[in-house]
């Protein structure tokens, strides 16, 4: 895959981690990616007071993984941006919406994906709770909706190709961790 048609992702960087997420340096997202190199990351989960998860559809445009659905918004810490800060502030970006996150749990995982590209990344969860339908940004996600629980459980077992490989590996853990949280106005 050539960056032609992503000049940012050779100016974004992320954060490089040895497995204990211990910062050993920064390396462009694109290369990140290219190269497999372990990264830090985070997905954000919002729920609402029906208990159902706001899920997107990622844009066709994006580099990878293009028209899958997946959590609410993912991303990457900038070098020395707080996480929490980052999943806000990316939560704002992609789909419009202010909500305070907590950490909920953190994983590890590698996956090839295509044009040669490779996640491996220590993924943070957050988590948070809105009521508020979203205001996406086109170029970040091509389509959202809140599901329930049983019928998310039941498309995932039908259709697990359309979601995301990181979705797939923590949102039951995620749905466990939202268990009793309040909900934001």
């Known amino acids: 895959m050539k960056s032609d048609g992503y000049p940012f992702l050779d100016r974004e960087m992320v954060v490089l981690i040895d497995p204990n997420d211990r910062e050993i340096g920064q390396m462009g997202k694109l290369e990140a990616h290219r190269t497999g190199r372990l990264h830090r990351a985070f997905s954000v989960f919002i ?86 339908d979203p205001r996406p940004d086109p170029e970040e996600a091509a389509d959202w909706r ?20 990181w979705f797939l590996l923590c949102v039951k853990a995620a749905w466990e961790h939202a268990d009793g949280m309040t909900v934001q106005a």
């Open 146 to 165: 809140w599901v329930d629980r049983a019928t998310l459980e039941g498309e995932l077992a039908a259709h697990p190709g359309l979601y995301t490989v």
């Open 47 to 132: 729920f609402n007071a029906q208990g159902e998860l706001l899920l997107q559809q990622r844009a066709a445009n994006k580099y990878h993984s293009a028209s899958l659905w997946t959590n609410t918004c993912c991303g990457h810490p900038r070098p020395g941006e707080a996480l929490v800060a980052a999943g806000e502030r990316r939560l704002e970006e992609e789909m419009g919406l202010h909500v305070p996150l907590r950490p909920a749990f953190h994983f590890t995982y590698a996956a090839k994906l295509e044009d040669g590209l490779t996640e491996h990344e220590l993924d943070h969860v957050l988590i948070g709770r809105s009521d508020r």
